[in-house]
């Protein structure tokens, strides 16, 4: 196809990240700054923010120059968000253990808004079904550490910071997992409407028979070609000779082929840009962006050759005209049509086989040099 738009959804993900990778880097900054004026910082406090700052940093710009990494840039991310999370818990609630002077609840980090942001985070960048797996498993890895503790230290647990942290871990989880199961079922009907629609639009866009553009979509992609290019505009009319005589001799069946087998020869010798669809019957349209008349002119002759070399069972050899038209200044798609389709049936009346230039003026015949 012509427009090869990004994926939007990659394109979101993508403008997401950079803006998450863009606090974090800020946040672990402002973060190592606020604990350099502590008189005795704690030693996860002078490592995790920078820490956070150059992996952020790095990913960032790795993000940048590289914008198909996406995935890979997302995990790591995600992957370490999940580390700083988890360090600092632990080693707190180990601490704890440890030395009983020391109260888990007077120690331990706030963990609320940050949990939330993590899961709400998977939630975003992941599937469905793989973002639930990774967030029950994070909610276990985290809940499981303080609910034992607090299981052995009843008296923690009756002070509002340890009744906090139990609500936080366990009924306001349950909720945030029920929206969790509500958002991949909808992601799983919007999927399937998405690919219901690709469906309808492949049927509407694609001619049955041979698998091309039809009619509606090569008028599509040429009006809109014509409204944002700034480049040059060419069309080549293909015209199967004969190919009533194919149908009547050899019948339909083998017609359909014989046009199958066309629309695939020309298809697989067109660029990525150029547009190949089914115009009607036994007429073919391509339409080339930004060539010259000479190059467009090489072009067709190219398929002509490709075509009538081209041995197709039961019939042999076919052969095809084709006219040959540049978009002029000040000149409307009617204009461009009927002077490619004057080119055309002059290539039918010198003897077919042919390819034809229509000039603003009158077709002329290629030079046969370019063959």
Known sequence: M??????????LKRKASIFILTVMTFAGLLATVLHAFEPQPHLLS?????STVVFCLSLLLYLLKVPQQLSLVIKLTLGWSCLIFLLPEYFFVIDAWIHPDRRLVDSFPPISSGFFLLISGIVVFLQPHRAIQLAIVLWMAIAAPVIIYFSFHLSELSTPRGIDLMITLLPSMAINFTLLLFYSQLQDAVVKLYLERLHFKEVAEKDGLTGIFNRRAGEKFLQTLLEQSEASIGIILCDVDHFKQVNDR????????VLQTIAHCCQTHLRKQDILSRWGGEEFLVIVPGETETELLHLADRLRMVIANHPIPEVGHVTASFGV????RQETLVQLFDRADQALYQAKRLGRDRVMLAPASQPVEIDRSLR
């Open 2 to 11: 012509i427009f090869r738009a990004d994926d939007s959804t990659e394109a």
């Open 46 to 50: 002078r490592v995790i923010p920078p």
């Open 250 to 257: 050899y019948g339909h069946l083998v017609g359909d082929r």
């Open 325 to 328: 038209a540049v978009l002029q």
